[in-house]
C-alpha cells in the first residue's frame, strides 16, 4: 500500500538554526507532493507542492522542500527559523484519484 | 477571498448522540473532501463529491455515518449515533483541481 512516512516525531531547533524535516513516499511513478503546517487548532495551511519538473520548489515562508527519486524524499528545509514556525508539519502524497495520504506529521519545537 | 468556512468550531456531545458538521468551500471550488484527523495523526479522506456526486466514500463508515451535498455547493457530515472513538477534528477542503485549501476543522468530543 501507498504510503507517506515521516520518521521525526518531534524536533527541537534553536531561532535562527537551520531545519529539515524528512519526508519518505513508498510509491513508483512520479508523485504529487504536498507539505502542509497546522498550527493549534487550525486547519492546514498549504507551504508548497511539487508536481513535475524542477525538483526544488520554493513555497511561502521561506520554506523550500527538494524531490530525490532516488531516495523516494520530498524534505522540506528552511535556512533560519522563526519562533513563529513552531507548528505541526505534515508531507502528503496525492493518489490518482486526488486522495490525499498524509504522513503522520513532525512536531517542531523552537527554542528561543 | 473566502477560504474554506466550517461550524461549529467545537462540539462536546455524549456518545450514542448524534452530530453533524458544516462546511462551505471556496466559491468556484466543485470538488469538496472530508477527513477526520484522530490525536497525533494525518488527516485520512472520508469521503470527497464532485459537484453533488460522492465518487470516493469507501473510507466513510456507513452504519454511523452520512454526507450530503445537495446543492453542490456546501456539504454536512452527520453521525449518528457518536461512539468515543469518533472523537477527531474533522476536517473540510475543497479543491478546483489538484491543491487542496482546508478548512479550521471541527473538534469533536464524545464522552
Known amino acids: 500500500a501507498q504510503s507517506v512516512t515521516q520518521p521525526d516525531i518531534h524536533i527541537t531547533v534553536s531561532e535562527g538554526a537551520s531545519l529539515e524535516l524528512r519526508c519518505n513516499y513508498s510509491y513508483g511513478a512520479t508523485p504529487y507532493l504536498f507539505w502542509y503546517v497546522q498550527s493549534p487548532g487550525q486547519g492546514l495551511q498549504l507551504l508548497l507542492k511539487y508536481f513535475s519538473g524542477d525538483t526544488l520548489v520554493q513555497g511561502i515562508k521561506g520554506f523550500e522542500a527538494e524531490f530525490k527519486r532516488s531516495q523516494s524524499s520530498f524534505n522540506l528545509r528552511k535556512p533560519s527559523v522563526h519562533w513563529s514556525d513552531a507548528a505541526e508539519y505534515f508531507c502528503?502524497?496525492?493518489?490518482?484519484?486526488?486522495?490525499?495520504?498524509f504522513g503522520s506529521g513532525t512536531r517542531l519545537l523552537v527554542r528561543p | 477571498e473566502a477560504g474554506v468556512v466550517q461550524s461549529p468550531r467545537y462540539k462536546i456531545i455524549e456518545k450514542k448522540q448524534p452530530v453533524a458538521f458544516w462546511c462551505n468551500p471556496i466559491?468556484?471550488?466543485?470538488?469538496l473532501y472530508w477527513y477526520r484527523q484522530n490525536l497525533g495523526q494525518g488527516p485520512e479522506l472520508l469521503i470527497r463529491y464532485e459537484n453533488e456526486e460522492a465518487v470516493d466514500d469507501s473510507q466513510l463508515p456507513k452504519d454511523r455515518f452520512s454526507a450530503e451535498r445537495l446543492k453542490g455547493v456546501d456539504s454536512t457530515l452527520k453521525i449518528q449515533p457518536a461512539e468515543l472513538g469518533d472523537s477527531a477534528v474533522y476536517l473540510c477542503a475543497s479543491s478546483l483541481v489538484e491543491t487542496q485549501y482546508f478548512g479550521p476543522g471541527t473538534r469533536l468530543t464524545v464522552l
Open positions: 502528503a502524497w496525492m493518489d490518482s484519484s486526488y486522495k490525499l495520504i
Open positions: 466559491s468556484g471550488h466543485n470538488t
